[in-house]
């Protein structure tokens, strides 16, 4: 019996040895799997913030380019309609009558109200200034007369029109040589 019970005790103290080692194997590949979804989490939170990052441009760079394509849709529609401006031009300075005079500056004003609301300004040229080739395009010239300066506008034929920086039609101008 003694045998038995000395077997038994090594037995039990072998088991316990085991058991030991057992849990120090299981306590190293439970820090091994710690360590790998640490470096998994990680790895995922780097590529979350890039992928979040790049949407972020991804948002603002279309952003702009609905705002530019918008922008160019109003000069594009505007553009079509700067003839229909220049014809009452021509109408007022060709009119006798007072009340149609003011009926067509009236029709004028309100023209240049719906332009201005969407951002199109005149640009502001006149007889005399100097030319500007990056708002104005010269159709004609002229020899200059005394007392002028070579390089001037002498007349506006077409007014010139922007939309912001960006020029929407060119002032159609004659120049002094």
């Not at 003011?102 to 719906?114: L, R």
Request: proline residues 2%; charged residues 35%.
């Amino acid at each position: 019996m003694k045998d038995k019970k000395i077997l038994r005790n090594e037995e039990v103290e072998e088991a316990k040895l085991n058991a030991a080692q057992t849990e120090e194997v299981e306590e190293e590949v439970k820090q091994s799997d710690l360590e790998k979804a640490l470096a998994l989490a990680e790895d995922y939170k780097r590529k979350w913030y890039s992928v979040s990052a790049e949407y972020d441009n991804y948002r603002k760079r279309n952003a702009q380019a609905s705002s530019r394509a918008y922008a160019d849709g109003v000069s594009e529609a505007v553009l079509k309609l700067l003839p229909v401006a220049d014809n009452f031009g021509y109408a007022l300075d060709s009119a006798s009558d007072e009340k149609t005079k003011a009926g067509i500056d009236k029709v004028i004003k309100s023209f240049n109200t719906i332009l201005s609301s969407l951002g199109v300004e005149e640009i502001p040229l006149s007889a005399g200034d100097a030319f500007d080739e990056a708002v104005a395009e010269a159709v004609m010239n002229f020899p200059c007369e005394e007392g002028e300066t070579p390089n001037t506008i002498k007349q506006v034929l077409k007014k010139g029109y922007k939309n912001g920086d960006k020029v929407i039609r060119f002032a159609q101008v004659t120049v002094t040589i």
